[in-house]
T-cell receptor, first 112, second 112 residues
Framework: ETGVTQSPTHLIKTRGQQVTLRCSSQ?????VSWYQQALGQGPQFIFQ???????GRGNFPPRFSGLQFPNYSSELNVNALELDDSALYLC???????????FGPGTRLTVL | QQQVKQSPQSLIVQKGGISIINCAYE??????FPWYQQFPGKGPALLIA?????SEKKEGRFTISFNKSAKQFSLHIMDSQPGDSATYFC???????????FGKGTLLTVNP
């Protein structure tokens, strides 16, 4: 059984650019959730994907968007990057209908 | 509105002592309460979780105590070890998309 993996590990972008982060869910898991964790804070829910559709969204603007693929992997896209987007972006996978979420190691995004 | 309040913000315990971290929630729709452990540069790892139908759950040195009427739950780490030094997050979820709402975290330091 493989765990949740994310790529890249680190990323540096400048304000106004666009970024794509990737996540492979744990084997057998069909639901992916994305969280943003600012330094010294708890993770904040961005959105969740199930069956390739968004299934719930947190308080994030539309420039945060996502995709889920038939193999359950997922992408998080952020357009028009702002300095406050600098954070650790976490992906969590789970089985639909079950509460337990397993997190990946995260992608550290720095916006200059 | 912070739906899950966690305290203390930081905690220093001697090796062999008991570490206690507390959380309070507001949303009565929450029905799943996990605790996560996070080391620097890593994603959160699930430690233990509880549902409101039980008042206590124990796994090894980790125990969750749950008080439904007070809307509070706590993590007790018995025989704390230096390797337990990490940031601990309580979380809660409930509803159709199982999004996790996290507390702000507690930085635990266990001195040798």
């Amino acid at each position: 059984e493989t765990g949740v993996t994310q790529s890249p590990t680190h990323l540096i972008k400048t304000r106004g650019q666009q970024v794509t982060l990737r996540c492979s869910s744990q084997s057998g898991h069909n639901t992916v959730s994305w969280y943003q964790q600012a330094l010294g804070q708890g993770p904040q829910f961005i959105f969740q994907y199930y069956r390739e559709e968004e299934n719930g969204r947190g308080n994030f603007p539309p420039r945060f968007s996502g995709l889920q693929f038939p193999n359950y992997s997922s992408e998080l896209n952020v357009n028009a990057l702002e300095l406050d987007d600098s954070a650790l972006y976490l992906c969590a996978s789970s089985l639909a209908g079950e509460d337990t979420q397993y997190f990946g190691p995260g992608t550290r995004l720095t916006v200059l | 509105q912070q739906q899950v309040k966690q305290s203390p913000q930081s905690l220093i315990v001697q090796k062999g002592g008991i570490s206690i971290i507390n959380c309070a929630y507001e949303n009565t729709a929450f029905d799943y309460f996990p605790w996560y452990q996070q080391f620097p540069g890593k994603g959160p790892a699930l430690l233990i979780a509880i549902r409101p139908d039980v008042s206590e759950k124990k796994e090894g040195r980790f125990t969750i105590s749950f008080n439904k009427s007070a809307k509070q739950f706590s993590l007790h780490i018995m025989d704390s070890q230096p390797g337990d030094s990490a940031t601990y997050f309580c979380a809660a979820s409930g509803g159709s998309n199982y999004k996790l709402t996290f507390g702000k975290g507690t930085l635990l330091t266990v001195n040798p």
